[in-house]
C-alpha cells in the first residue's frame, strides 16, 4: 500500500484530482469507479474545475457508482444517483449514458447485483476506483464482517452508518436501511484503488486498514492485498498511524522516481 499524507482535506482533493488526471489523459476511454459521501465532494469540484479551466475530458470515459440506497428514486435528494448528477456528472461532459449507479428500484433487487456486475465486465473492469471509508472501516456499504470475497448485493447497514448518514436526512424523513452495493472482490478487481479519508473520525479506521490485521471486521484492511492502492489522507486521518514518517519518507523517494524514470505519470504542467 502507498499512504500519502498531506497536511489537510484541500491538498488531498488536488493530489487525488492529479491521480484521476493522469489516468484519463493516459487511457481517455478508462472506467473510473465513483464513491458518494462527503470526503470525494472537493475532489469532484476540482476535476469540474479542470474540465473548465483546463480541457480534462470524461467524454470517451465511462463509471460505475460503488452503491445506493434501496427503496430511493433516483430523483431523491438522497439517492447516490442524484448526488452524483449534482455533484459532478451534469458538470463534466461523460456521457450520461455511460454512467452507472445501482438501481436501487429495481423490480427484484436480488437479481441487481449479478446484473451490476455484468455491465462492468462488458465495460472492461473498473482502471481507477475511488473509495471514502466508514468510521467503522467499511468501504461501499460492505458493513464488517461483510465477506471479503463478497460480489455485488444486498446490504443491511449498520447502526452506526445509519447514525453517521443520517446528517444528510431531514429529522423525520424515513431513512433506508437497506444499499445495494459493489461486493468486496469486485471493489479488489480494479487496477488501481484510491482511498480518500480526512478527519480524526476517521483516524482509528484508517489504522486499522493500514496497520491491524487483515479482518472482515475492518473490511478495508483487505486492500493490504491489492496489488496497486493508495490511500490518500490529511494529518488528522494519519494521527493513529504507528509509521508515519515512515509513509512521508517513502513519498519523497517516490515522487523522486516517478519524477525521473515516469514522467507520464505526472499531471500536466508538472
Ligand atoms: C459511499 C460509500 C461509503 C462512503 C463512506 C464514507 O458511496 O461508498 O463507503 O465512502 O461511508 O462517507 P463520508 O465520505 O461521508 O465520510
Same mark, same amino acid.
Given at each position: 500500500m502507498e499512504v500519502l499524507i498531506l497536511p489537510h482535506h484541500d491538498a488531498t482533493a488536488v493530489r487525488a484530482a492529479d491521480i484521476v488526471e493522469v489516468q484519463l489523459r493516459q487511457k481517455p476511454s478508462c472506467t473510473l469507479g465513483l464513491a458518494t459521501g462527503s470526503t470525494p465532494i472537493a475532489l469532484y469540484n476540482e476535476l469540474i474545475?479542470?474540465?473548465r479551466s483546463n480541457g480534462l475530458s470524461f467524454s470517451q470515459a465511462a463509471s460505475f457508482n460503488l452503491d445506493e440506497y434501496i *427503496?430511493?428514486?433516483p430523483t431523491h435528494p438522497q439517492s447516490y444517483r442524484r448526488f452524483m448528477n449534482d455533484k459532478l456528472f451534469d458538470h463534466i461532459d461523460i456521457p450520461i449514458t455511460a454512467t452507472h449507479v445501482p438501481n436501487g428500484l429495481a423490480e427484484n433487487p436480488l437479481e441487481e447485483g449479478p446484473a451490476y456486475e455484468a455491465k462492468i465486465r462488458e465495460a472492461g473492469g473498473i482502471d481507477l476506483? =475511488?473509495? *471514502? =471509508?466508514?468510521?467503522?472501516?467499511? /468501504? *461501499?456499504?460492505?458493513?464488517?464482517?461483510?465477506? $471479503?470475497?463478497?460480489?455485488?448485493r444486498i446490504k443491511t447497514l449498520t447502526e452506526q452508518t445509519i447514525t453517521d448518514n443520517s446528517r444528510f436526512f431531514e429529522a423525520g424523513e424515513a431513512q433506508p436501511h437497506l444499499a445495494i452495493t459493489m461486493g468486496i472482490k469486485t471493489i479488489?478487481?480494479?487496477?488501481? =484503488?484510491?482511498? $480518500?479519508?480526512?478527519g480524526e473520525g476517521k483516524a482509528e479506521a484508517i489504522a486499522a486498514t493500514v496497520e491491524g490485521a487483515i479482518t472482515a471486521m475492518c473490511p478495508a484492511s483487505i486492500l493490504q492485498w491489492h496489488e496497486k492502492?493508495? /490511500?490518500? /489522507?490529511?494529518?488528522?486521518?494519519?494521527?493513529?498511524?504507528?509509521?508515519?514518517?515512515?509513509?512521508?519518507?517513502?513519498?519523497?523517494?517516490?515522487?523522486?522516481?516517478?519524477?525521473?524514470?515516469?514522467?507520464?505519470?505526472?499531471?500536466? *504542467?508538472l
Open positions: 474545475r479542470r474540465h *427503496g430511493l428514486d476506483q =475511488i473509495l *471514502g =471509508i466508514g468510521s467503522d472501516g467499511h /468501504i *461501499g456499504f460492505n458493513e464488517p464482517t461483510s465477506s $471479503l470475497g463478497s460480489r455485488t479488489m478487481e480494479s487496477k488501481r =484503488i484510491l482511498l $480518500l479519508a480526512t492502492t493508495t /490511500i490518500l /489522507i490529511d494529518e488528522a486521518a494519519a494521527s493513529k498511524l504507528q509509521k508515519r514518517d515512515y509513509y512521508q519518507w517513502v513519498s519523497t523517494q517516490q515522487d523522486a522516481l516517478v519524477r525521473k524514470y515516469r514522467p507520464s505519470d505526472l499531471p500536466e *504542467g
